[in-house]
């Protein structure tokens, strides 16, 4: 070892110190199920509950007969693979890929949400195509509209 050298600590993550910190506490426990359990008071426990995946999310939050929900899956799946990820070649970021100028012109823009976040980047494209449909990803038309179509009557057959 270098002479002077001292190893660095491992610092533990947010998510574990949270979870050490509020067990520690006596506010979260686990019940015999297994079932992580939230104590907002000395005498209440309720049930921890996470946070939706953004394929439910998409799925809540996509409402019939003016969403298509199956149409969407599949633009997020060319555009990103259900990945958070910026595009090398522009500013395209996110599940939907959307770019700065585009991003501008949702409302989420205007209340200060930005489309690094994962749910205000769907609720942006939900946005995006309530108001101009499946045009802001023509681009990669060639491989989510054939997608499309074969889940389309994949699903059409099996009813």
Not at 58 to 80: G, K, R, V
């Amino acid at each position: 070892m270098r002479r002077g050298y001292k190893p660095k600590k491992i610092q533990k993550s947010r998510w574990r110190k949270a979870v050490i910190a509020a067990a520690s506490s006596s506010l979260l426990s686990l019940n015999v199920a297994g079932v992580f359990l939230m104590q907002t008071s000395p005498f209440q426990t309720e049930p921890f509950v996470p946070p939706p995946t953004p394929q439910e999310y998409l799925a809540q939050n996509c409402h019939e007969p003016s969403c298509d929900l199956l149409l969407l899956q599949t633009i997020i799946f060319c555009e990103s693979s259900w990945r958070m990820v910026k595009n090398s070649s522009s500013s395209a970021y996110g599940f939907f890929q959307i770019i700065d100028g585009t991003e501008r012109t949702t409302p989420q823009y205007a209340l200060g949400r930005r489309k690094f976040d994962p749910y205000t980047n769907i609720d942006m494209g939900l946005h995006l195509y309530e108001k101009r449909g499946s045009s802001p990803w023509n681009e990669s038309k060639g491989c989510w509209q054939p997608r499309y179509w074969q889940a389309k009557a994949r699903d059409t057959a099996m009813e």
